[in-house]
C-alpha cells in the first residue's frame, strides 16, 4: 500500500459520516421540541455531508484493492483525489445550507418557511454539476491532468466553504455574546473545528503536488479535527435535546 496513512483516514471518514447522520438526526429530532430554521437547516446540510463521507470512504476502501505497483500508482492517486473533491464540493453545499438557515432564523419563521422550497434545490445542482466535471474530466485522458483537476476543485472548495463558515461563526459568536449559552459554546468551538479542518484541506490541496508524505499527514490531521467538530456538534444536540424534552414533559 503506497499510502498508509490512508487506512486511518478511511476509518475517520467512515466515523465521522456516522456521526454527521446522527447529527442531523438529533437536530431534526430537537426542531420537534422547538421551531428553529437553523436546526432545520443544520439537519439538512449534516445529511449532505455524511452522504459525502460514507461515499468517499467507500471509495477509498475500493482503491486498496488496486495493485500498488507504479503502473497503478497514478490510478490510485486519481481515484483517492477525486473522492476527496466531490466531498470537498458537498461541503460547499452543506456548509452555504447552514449558513442560510443561520440567516433565516435571524428574519424569523414566515421567511424561512417561504424559502424551503428554494432550499431543496442546491443538492441537486451540485450533484448535476459534479456528475458534468466528471464527465468532462474523463475527456482529458490524462491521469496527471485529472488530478491536477481534482486538486483544483478541493482548493477552490475549500475556500468557499471557510468564507461560509467564517460568517456561520460571526453570526453564532454574536449569539453566543448575547445569550451568555455555556452549552451553546459546543457548537461555537465545533465549527471553529471544522473551519480549521478546512484550512487544513486548502493547505493540503496546495502542497499535495510538492510533498505527498507531508500531505499524508496533512490529511490525516484534517480528518481528525474534523471528527471532533462533529463530535462536539453531537454532544450539544444531545444535551440539549434531553434538556428540552425534560421541560416539555414537565409542562
Given at each position: ?36 430554521s437553523a436546526l432545520r437547516f443544520l439537519s439538512i446540510g449534516f445529511t449532505v455531508l455524511g452522504v459525502g463521507l460514507l461515499a468517499e470512504a467507500f471509495i477509498d476502501t475500493l482503491s486498496f484493492f488496486i495493485p500498488s505497483t507504479s ?82 476543485i478541493i482548493i477552490i472548495s475549500s475556500a468557499l466553504s471557510m468564507a461560509f463558515l467564517v460568517a456561520i461563526i460571526y453570526l453564532d459568536s454574536t449569539g453566543y455574546l448575547k445569550h451568555r449559552n455555556k452549552q451553546a459554546i459546543l ?65
Amino acid at each position: 500500500m503506497p499510502f498508509p496513512f490512508l487506512y486511518l483516514d478511511t476509518s475517520f471518514y467512515f466515523l465521522s459520516g456516522i456521526v454527521a447522520f446522527l447529527v442531523s438526526f438529533y437536530a431534526f429530532r430537537y426542531t420537534r421540541l422547538i421551531e428553529n430554521s437553523a436546526l432545520r437547516f443544520l439537519s439538512i446540510g449534516f445529511t449532505v455531508l455524511g452522504v459525502g463521507l460514507l461515499a468517499e470512504a467507500f471509495i477509498d476502501t475500493l482503491s486498496f484493492f488496486i495493485p500498488s505497483t507504479s503502473s497503478y500508482l497514478l490510478l490510485h492517486r486519481l481515484i483517492i483525489r477525486e473522492a476527496a473533491a466531490t466531498y470537498s464540493f458537498l461541503q460547499v453545499l452543506a456548509y452555504f445550507v447552514i449558513l442560510m438557515g443561520y440567516l433565516l432564523s435571524r428574519r424569523g419563521p414566515a421567511s424561512a418557511a417561504s424559502s424551503n422550497g428554494s432550499m431543496n434545490r442546491p443538492p441537486t445542482i451540485g450533484f448535476l454539476a459534479s456528475a458534468t466535471s466528471v464527465v468532462l474530466a474523463s475527456r482529458l485522458g490524462e491521469l496527471g491532468v485529472l488530478i491536477a483537476l481534482a486538486r483544483e476543485i478541493i482548493i477552490i472548495s475549500s475556500a468557499l466553504s471557510m468564507a461560509f463558515l467564517v460568517a456561520i461563526i460571526y453570526l453564532d459568536s454574536t449569539g453566543y455574546l448575547k445569550h451568555r449559552n455555556k452549552q451553546a459554546i459546543l457548537v461555537l468551538v465545533g465549527f471553529v473545528l471544522i473551519l480549521a479542518s478546512q484550512a487544513i484541506s486548502f493547505s493540503l490541496g496546495i502542497v499535495a503536488a510538492r510533498a505527498l508524505g507531508f500531505s499524508e499527514i496533512l490529511d490525516f490531521i484534517g480528518t481528525a479535527v474534523q471528527f471532533a467538530a462533529f463530535l462536539s456538534l453531537l454532544l450539544f444536540l444531545i444535551w440539549r435535546g434531553k434538556i428540552g424534552s425534560t421541560g416539555k414533559s414537565a409542562q
